[in-house]
């Protein structure tokens, strides 16, 4: 099967190294010639958010996707009518690019997200009680876009470009849940993850999985997982990023459709992982087993504060004698502060154990400059 990408960074990576293992032809467009999916796939430098460039790119392949959601969805559109399969479908792209049309869905199919309200323009009389968190409708990544407002005359901070304004949630854990479904409307839904974001930086710190987490909190998500995938009219692989509350309720914060940083200890911490499950989707095979192997964790590798140019893994040597941990980079050759390099996933026989293993791999390494 010839299958086109959009996107080249770490996620189209990892998928590609996935699928390598079966015979198919992996066309990846990007703007960077020098992308981590540049040097191992059939590369087409281009611009993903382009209309000319995503047409010519996607016409002769048997499916385009998306590890990426900023793409031109207009173009995903008019392949669609071309006749080439796009997964998942250009409007739920559409939807979730859009955080208002998501939050809209949300409201519409009885998922349970915080209360918000709809900002068109800087002209609208923003009414909403305080605190509350800003989050601009579209363009916003990794805690870019996204701020919280909580003193008096905060509305005057108030960005002026069009956005959800949403009640601030009093976090207990972050979480998140993987979900895909193929083309026949068979689901499978990986194991609940807690996600540990760094307070600097704003990025997920490392994760858990599976997640502690009490069996009613497990139902509210099964439902929500449910009630996401049912009226998602579209084959995907999805996932719902979650907030439980101090008093147990569990809300949905926002969704990506696409491969997702909250998966990747899922290489071997699972019997199949997010990337084998991708393209079972992708090629409208039958969904992988996602059970897990005891306890599995990732911590991610970003670029220290300080360190701009080429990059210097410090302390990987002694990270790599360790029994079951697995590194992973990315292959990007600069680093900047905060920059997503690789990560490593551990697995360990007891939460407590993880936690350790992964708290003295933090202490060993470190993503800096030459
Ligand atoms: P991004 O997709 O850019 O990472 P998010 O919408 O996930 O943006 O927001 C980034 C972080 O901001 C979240 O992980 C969470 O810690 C915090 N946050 C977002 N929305 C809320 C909210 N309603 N209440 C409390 N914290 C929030």
Request: proline share 5%; with cysteine.
């Amino acid at each position: 099967m010839k299958i086109g990408i959009l996107g080249g960074g770490q996620l189209g990576r990892m998928f590609i190294q996935q699928a390598l293992k079966y015979s198919d032809e992996i066309h990846v467009l990007d703007p960077a010639a020098d992308c981590p999916c540049a040097y191992i796939s059939h590369f087409t430098q281009g611009d993903f958010n382009n209309f000319d460039d995503v047409l010519t790119f996607g016409k002769d392949k048997d499916v385009v996707t998306i590890e990426i959601e900023h793409v031109s969805v207009d173009a995903l559109d008019a392949l669609e009518r071309l006749g080439v399969r796009v997964v998942p479908k250009p409007s739920v792209i559409r939807m979730i690019q859009q955080k208002i049309l998501q939050k809209e869905f949300y409201t519409c199919n009885k998922i349970p997200s915080p209360d918000f309200e709809v900002m068109r323009s800087a002209k609208d009389e923003i009414t909403f009680p305080l605190p509350f968190v800003q989050k601009l409708n579209t363009g916003g990544y990794d805690g870019k876009g996204v701020q919280v407002l909580k003193e008096r005359d905060a509305y005057k901070n108030l960005w002026p470009e069009p956005s959800v304004i949403e009640s601030l949630v009093d976090i207990d854990k972050e979480l998140s849940v993987i979900v895909a479904k193929n083309d026949r409307g068979q689901v499978k839904t990986f194991p609940v993850t807690e996600m540990v974001a760094d307070p600097e930086l704003n990025l997920l710190d490392f994760n858990i999985c599976p997640a502690e987490i009490s069996e009613k909190t497990q139902q509210q998500i099964d439902r929500i997982t449910e009630q996401f995938i049912d009226s998602i009219d579209s084959a995907g692989l999805f996932a719902i990023e979650l907030f439980l509350d101090k008093e147990g309720k569990v809300w949905v914060n926002e969704t990506a459709p696409r491969l997702h940083n909250s998966g990747h200890q899922s290489q071997e911490g699972n019997s199949n992982s997010q990337f084998e499950q991708f393209y079972r989707v992708v090629t409208s095979s039958p969904l992988a087993d996602t059970d897990a192997c005891g306890f599995s964790g990732m911590l991610n590798l970003v670029g220290e504060p300080g360190y701009s140019g080429k990059v210097k893994y410090q302390g990987l040597e002694e990270v790599l004698k360790l029994p079951k941990t697995y590194v992973h980079l990315y292959g990007k050759t600069e680093t900047r502060p905060g920059r997503k390099m690789g990560h490593i996933n551990v697995i360990a026989e007891s939460r407590e154990a993880l936690l350790e293993k992964l708290m003295r791999i933090k202490s060993l390494v470190k993503v800096v400059s030459e």
